[in-house]
Antibody
Framework: EAQLLESGGGLVHPGGSLRLSCSAS????????MAWVRQAPGKGPEWVSE????????YYADSVKGRFTTSRDNSKNTLFLQMSSLRDEDTAIYYC??????????WGRGTLVIVSA | DIQMTQSPSTLSASIGGRVTITCRAS??????LAWYQQKPGKAPKLLIY???KLQSGVSSRFSGSGSGTEFTLTISSMQPDDFATYYC?????????FGGGTKVEIK
C-alpha cells in the first residue's frame, strides 16, 4: 500500500528554521513529482512547492520563495522541506503529497508547524 | 494566480438528500478542475478530476460537471460518511490553487 509519513513539525519562533521530512513507501518514489501542500487553521489547502522525480527542478509559491527549499533523496525515498525566516503566517499543517498530472492523489497525515513567539 | 471561489461555505443536508456545491474560477480553466473531500483531522482525498471523472474507488454518488469558470459537485444521496468539507482545485496553471471549502453538515 502506498504511504507517505511526514515528520519534523513543531513550535518555532518567528525568524527561525525547521526541516520537514516525508518518508514514502509502496510506490516508485523516484518516478514521481512530489509536493508540499499546507493548510492553515480553518482555511483551504495551499500549494507550497513541488520537485521533479529526479530532483533537478523545484518550484515554489511566491509566499515562500527564497525562504523554503525542497529537496529529495531518492536513495532513501525521502522528501524534505527546509524552512527558514519563518513567519506567523507559515503556521499550518504541512502535507507531503504525490502529484499525478498536477493532481494530488496520495497525501500524508501531515505535520503541524506553529510559528509563534 | 487563478482564484477559486466556492459556495456555499457551509450547508446542512439530510441523510438521503441531494447536495450541490459550486466552484467558480476567476478565469477559464477549461475542465482542469478537481474535487477533494476532507474529514476532520485527515488529509484531503481526491474524488473527481477533469471536472467530471471519478477517481478510482470513489462512490458513484459523487458526480461533477462544468467547464470554463463554473463547476458543480453533486452528491446524489447523502450518506453518513459523506459529511465532510469539500474543496475544488484548478490545475490548468501554476500556482495550483484551491477553493476555500464547503462544509457539509448534518441537518
Amino acid at each position: 500500500e502506498a504511504q507517505l509519513l511526514e515528520s519534523g513539525g513543531g513550535l518555532v519562533h518567528p525568524g527561525g528554521s525547521l526541516r520537514l521530512s516525508c518518508s514514502a513507501s509502496g510506490f516508485t518514489f523516484s518516478a514521481n513529482t512530489m509536493a508540499w501542500v499546507r493548510q492553515a487553521p480553518g482555511k483551504g489547502p495551499e500549494w507550497v512547492s513541488e520537485i521533479s522525480g529526479s530532483g533537478r527542478s523545484a518550484y515554489y509559491a511566491d509566499s515562500v520563495k527564497g525562504r523554503f527549499t525542497t529537496s529529495r533523496d531518492n536513495s532513501k525515498n525521502t522528501l524534505f522541506l527546509q524552512m527558514s525566516s519563518l513567519r506567523d503566517e507559515d503556521t499550518a499543517i504541512y502535507y507531503c503529497a504525490k502529484e499525478y498530472g498536477s493532481l494530488f492523489d496520495l497525501w500524508g497525515r501531515g505535520t503541524l508547524v506553529i510559528v509563534s513567539a | 494566480d487563478i482564484q477559486m471561489t466556492q459556495s456555499p461555505s457551509t450547508l446542512s443536508a439530510s441523510i438521503g438528500g441531494r447536495v450541490t456545491i459550486t466552484c467558480r474560477a476567476s478565469q477559464s480553466i477549461t475542465t482542469f478542475l478537481a474535487w477533494y473531500q476532507q474529514k476532520p483531522g485527515k488529509a484531503p482525498k481526491l474524488l473527481i478530476y477533469r471536472a467530471s471523472k471519478l477517481q478510482s474507488g470513489v462512490s458513484s454518488r459523487f458526480s461533477g460537471s462544468g467547464s470554463g469558470t463554473e463547476f458543480t459537485l453533486t452528491i446524489s444521496s447523502m450518506q453518513p460518511d459523506d459529511f465532510a468539507t469539500y474543496y475544488c482545485q484548478q490545475y490548468t496553471s501554476s500556482p495550483l490553487t484551491f477553493g476555500g471549502g464547503t462544509k457539509v453538515e448534518i441537518k
